[in-house]
């Protein structure tokens, strides 16, 4: 009865070794081999010769860890695999040379068992956590089998059952090794390819649906570079509907598993978004489902090129069209030449009148050119007669004014060179960039009108001796008005705009300060126009360094002095800082009274 019992075992150990081998699985390793063969050899063993039981049994521990590992894709050092092969060598020869009932063969057989079955345990867990690309149907139906042998082997060794228990436990792990190895293989990505594309190398996925649910299956290796995010789909796991997993392939490739999906859902990007692919499904119906293998194709530079062949369609139907209306306008225009020939033909006629009538036009243009040319020379002297007139209209205007005020007697001039002088040197420094050569004449020209308005002023006040009174110095203050209002009554025939203007600033507001407090009209900053900030400083300086009825003349170290310290509330800050610097000139100017020697 146990013989019978033991060869129902042998005979489906060999079924299975003809079944592992008929099937010949892709890219199977020897190791599955060599695990079921060690099973027959442990039957075998149970019929014949115990020896034979502990050749199989002390090799099959390790070839079930390496064939675990080869399915939870997990690879193993070959030192490992060296070192694992030779403890099953030496255990063996151990049982040759000690025997059976050894307590050495003993304690190495149960270590080798117990480092393998830990050794499956922790690469079916490290796989289960770590590694989504292993199915997860694979990953808990190989736990199971661990589990079942560990829990088979306690109890065997602790009831004396080793034979019955242990041969049932192995056939059972057969049977499971087997279909697993027969789902992967229907499950493999590659072999599937290979059957239904072998033509090319594209990028694979696979899904499959069932009782209305989607699973994902597998994918290839150029799928999973094109598409990173494969990467964290769980094999065998169904696709929740919301997943977010798959990026933007996931929601066409569903799509495509319609008949009815557009056109525009079986083109896709890669992550990346570099490379066009087109998407094409291949349908496998198995028993209780439908396998959808999704072919990826790179059509990223036929993509291009239908682009380019739509653009030029579209620019040779432009240059049509284009052609089109310019054949219509060539038309209109030859229709309109026609009619303009008929109407040259007339015109023609005339023609011969015509050039009469033109050279005796060339001959009166080239009368009126000479005309001009003597009419422009004496314009020319007109604008320089009338420079000269305003010249000597506004120093004869200066030196009247003088020649009323007895206090400040050489004023006009010195107050004109002084100004030249300080004007040069802000052209030096660049500060007068936004003025034109002209510009800067005109304000040296309108120096000497400054104080216009003091002809207005009452001789009994311009020229009292000594302090004025507070009505008097109301009266007096009166004159930048006063005087901007004659200068527009002077200078109204001068054709000099730029002049006028520039001498009604002078006049106007020279007695503005920086800070508001001035007079006429309490301007202040930079609102004070620059010409009238520049003659503020020139116009105070020759008063402070002058003798006047009610004050001594000032030394040049006193005079620089208050201009300095009423840089920022009298004057302009920066004007001033530049008005110091010209110290040098200026003081020689009024030592020697020539102003080209004080440059």
């Not at 506004?394 to 004014?401: A, E, V």
Request: with cysteine; net charge neutral; hydrophobic share 40%.
């Amino acid at each position: 009865m146990i013989k019978v019992f033991f060869s129902l075992f042998l005979l489906a150990s060999v079924l299975n070794l003809c079944i592992l081998i008929a099937r010949n699985y892709r890219n199977l390793s020897s190791y599955f081999v060599l695990l079921f063969v060690s099973q027959v050899i442990i039957h075998l063993g149970y019929m014949e010769s115990p020896v034979t039981i502990y050749l199989g049994a002390c090799f099959s521990w390790f070839f079930l860890l390496m064939c675990i590992s080869e399915l939870c894709n997990v690879t193993i050092a070959r030192g490992l695999q060296g070192l694992g092969a030779a403890l099953c060598t030496i255990t063996f020869s151990l049982t040759l040379f000690l025997g059976v009932s050894s307590p050495v063969f003993k304690t190495a057989y149960y270590i080798i068992a117990s480092l393998s079955v830990l050794g499956a345990l922790a690469v079916i867990i490290s796989s289960f956590f770590r590694n989504r690309q292993v199915s997860f149907i694979t990953t808990r139906w190989l736990l199971v089998s661990v589990l079942l042998t560990m829990v088979s082997f306690i109890i065997a060794r602790l009831f004396h059952l080793e034979m019955p228990l242990l041969s049932l436990t192995v056939t059972f792990d057969q049977i499971i090794m087997l279909v697993l190895l027969e789902r992967i293989q229907r499950n493999d990505v590659e072999a599937v390819a290979v059957n239904h594309y072998a033509e090319e190398q594209v990028g694979h996925v696979m899904l499959r649906e069932e009782k209305d649910s989607q699973v994902y299956v597998s994918s290839n290796k150029q799928a999973r570079i094109w598409f990173p995010e494969l990467d964290k789909l769980w094999i065998d796991k169904k696709l929740e509907s919301n997943t977010k997993l798959g990026g933007v392939l996931m929601p066409k490739l569903r799509a495509n598993m319609k008949s009815n999906c557009p056109d525009a859902m079986k083109i896709v990007r890669t992550s990346q978004g570099s490379t066009i692919l087109k998407i094409e499904v291949e349908q496998i119906q198995e028993k209780n489902s439908v396998l959808y293998v999704f072919c990826l194709r790179d059509e990223t530079r036929l993509q291009e090129k239908e682009q380019q062949v739509r653009e030029k369609d579209a620019a040779l139907q432009e240059k049509d069209a284009d052609l089109q209306v310019k054949s219509e306008d060539l038309l209109k225009k030859s229709i309109e030449l026609l009619e303009r020939k008929k109407e040259l033909l007339a015109q023609k006629k005339e023609l011969g009148s015509l050039k009469e009538q033109t050279e005796l036009y060339e001959k009166r243009i080239e009368e009126y050119q000479k005309s001009i040319r003597f009419l422009q020379k004496d314009v020319d002297s007109a604008f320089q007669k009338n420079d000269q007139l305003a010249s000597d209209i506004i120093m004869g205007l200066g030196i009247c004014i003088e020649n009323r005020d007895t206090n400040t007697g050489g004023h006009v001039e010195r107050t004109s060179h002084v100004m030249k002088i300080f004007v040069n040197h802000l052209i030096s420094q660049g500060m007068l960039s936004g003025f034109t050569t002209q510009d800067l004449e005109r304000i040296i020209k309108a120096a000497p009108l400054h104080d216009l308005g003091k002809i207005a002023i009452p001789d009994i006040i311009l020229n009292k001796n000594g302090e004025l009174t507070d009505d008097e110095r109301k009266t007096i203050n009166t004159h930048p008005a006063k005087g901007s209002e004659m200068v527009e009554i002077i200078l109204r025939n001068i054709n000099d705009e730029d002049l006028k203007r520039i001498s009604h600033n002078v006049v106007k507001f020279h007695h503005e300060r920086w800070d508001g407090k001035g007079y006429p009209t309490s301007k202040s900053g930079k609102n004070i126009p620059l010409e009238a900030r520049i003659m503020a400083i020139v116009d105070v300086f020759d008063a402070l360094i002058s003798p006047r009825s009610y004050k001594p003349a000032f030394s040049y170290d006193e005079s620089f002095s208050l201009i300095q310290k009423g840089s920022g509330t009298q004057f302009d800050p920066e004007l001033a800082e530049q008005f110091l610097l010209c110290r040098p000139a200026i003081e020689a100017y009024y030592e020697t009274g020539d102003e080209s020697n004080a440059a």
